[in-house]
């Protein structure tokens, strides 16, 4: 028996079988068949294993359906964990907390350090005694200058109320100013340090 | 008027998949009805003697479980096989790593051919059972693949998890292999 060459025919052998091949190629395949003894010996080795699988065991569907389970137990994920949530709450609380915390120092630091903000602020926010700060000898006036003297002097030049001043008020408020640094340093000194300086 | 059950269209395994993720568990049973007998004829002519009923339940549990990941580019029939096979697999390796430590018993022997009296009971199927068992494992799985199961080279091959190419020369080798074996019987 010679051996046949049309491998396309040969590969077509199980879709005969199984019913998938078309009018025209199920046509091709019977016309090849009837001459091609190898062909016709190996549709029967196909139809012969084929019919052979019947022998495995009958499958319970209803025992393989109880072990699947319900979708929606299969396919978590939908909802966080309750435990993430609660760290994801805490994350958002420490990040609020660390924005409004940090936010409201740097502002107060800004209020405290900008000349423009303390000049504008008016008298009552900054009666600072600045004489009491720097001589001892005339503490009852210094404590009425210090009560209407700004610490700065643009807020000196600024401020309305020092023409209410007395002449002997504003020649001891001149001289307290002769005391001062002729340049200003880069940061305002706290008062504090005002104080330690002179009155000590 | 509505349709009678008898004169509704088949569903596709795609509309029936939706319906079971929509919480109807009688797709469930029509899908697993529909294919878990080719998972069988798979999976014992694939050489499995034991245990088939539990390996086509394992394949459905998985691959219920992770039937989001299909896409439908191939059909289900042909990724329920690739999940089968995958089992199999695991199986024969689990089993081969147990015959490393464990030495087999006499009544192992006995049992298997117990089974497989049950199993094969006329001497053709034997013939075939033999025949088929003188492949490579490969070989095997391509051949009644596409004999038993009339899955296209394509289809084969993505099983198989090689190309199209391969999976033809495996069924040519395969048949000449499983004839020459039935003709000198």
Sequence with gaps: MNKCIDTEIQEMLPDL???????????????HLATCESCREDLDVIRTVKGAAVFAPAIDVDRVVRQIPPYRMIVPGVEQPTRTRIVSWLVAA?????????GSVLISKQLKTTPAAIATAGPESVKVPIATTTRNDSQATATNVGSLAPTHPRALALSSDIDNLSDGNLRQLMNDMNQFDVLPAAEPEPVIAVDSGDSL | MTPSPQS????????????????DSRAATRLVGRHSQALA??????????????????????AFASLDSFR???????????????????RRRAERRSRETVP???????S????????????????????????????????????QQGLSYK?????????????????????????????DE
């Design chain 1, 17 to 31: 079988l199984h019913g998938s091949l078309d009018g025209h190629e199920r046509q091709r395949v019977a016309a």
């Design chain 1, 94 to 102: 420490a990040v609020i907390l660390a924005v409004v915390g940090g």
């Design chain 2, 8 to 23: 509704r269209p088949e569903e596709t395994d795609m509309e029936l998949i939706n319906r079971w993720k929509a919480g």
């Design chain 2, 41 to 62: 004829r798979f999976a014992a002519s694939a050489g499995e003697r034991e245990g088939i009923e539990e390996l086509v339940q394992d394949t459905f549990v998985r």
């Design chain 2, 72 to 90: 439908g580019e191939s059909s289900l029939r042909t990724w329920l096989f690739t999940i089968e096979r995958r089992l199999m697999l695991d």
């Design chain 2, 104 to 110: 087999v018993q006499e009544s192992d022997h006995v």
């Design chain 2, 112 to 147: 298997e051919y117990g089974a497989l009296d049950g199993l094969i009971a006329e001497e053709a199927q034997e013939r075939v059972r033999k025949s088929l068992d003188a492949l490579s494992p490969t070989q095997r799985e391509v051949f009644t693949l596409r004999v």
């Design chain 2, 155 to 183: 289809e084969i091959a993505e099983v198989v998890g090689s190309t199209e190419g391969a999976a033809r020369v495996h069924y040519h080798n395969a048949i000449r292999t499983v004839k020459e074996f039935l003709r």
